[in-house]
């Protein structure tokens, strides 16, 4: 794993939560994409040389719909940047770790993603990503 590429922050609205960002880091939201597989609508921020990611569901059912009618609104996962996410995916699945998805899949922010079930990381569900070339 390279770095932590950025923390996902599952809101209810991208409209109210952007401003409350914006305002926080004193920096603009640089991107907004839809994943429409996801049923995701993302908003971006720089911190660094990391990146923090908002998520609003576009359906009442969608995964952070469900997650924010359970938990409420906050932190959702720790996503990590790796270098080859097959090595990564084999890897970790050698080591127990159970991943949500067998193929690297699109992502938000032109990445392949892989997430990892949170029963086996203290809770925490973690995304790998890969920069597609
Ligand atoms: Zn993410």
Redesign the pocket.
């Known amino acids: 794993m390279r770095k932590i590429e950025?923390i996902?922050i599952a809101v209810k609205k991208l409209s109210m939560a952007v401003p409350v960002y914006e305002k926080l880091l004193n920096t603009k939201c640089y991107k907004t994409e839809t994943v429409e597989s996801e049923y995701v609508k993302t908003a971006f921020f720089r911190v660094a040389d990391s990146k923090i990611?908002l998520l609003e569901s576009t359906t009442p059912d969608g995964v952070i719909a469900r997650f924010i009618e359970k938990k409420g609104e906050g932190l959702h996962?720790l996503?990590f940047a790796v270098e080859d996410i097959d090595a990564e995916m084999k890897r970790l699945e050698k080591e127990g770790f159970v991943l949500l998805n067998k193929e690297p899949k699109e992502?938000?922010d032109n990445k392949l993603?892989c997430f990892l079930h949170p029963k086996n990381t203290t809770g925490v569900l973690i995304?790998l990503?890969m920069e597609k070339k």
């Open positions: 950025h996902g990611e996962h996503a992502g938000a993603v995304e990503c």
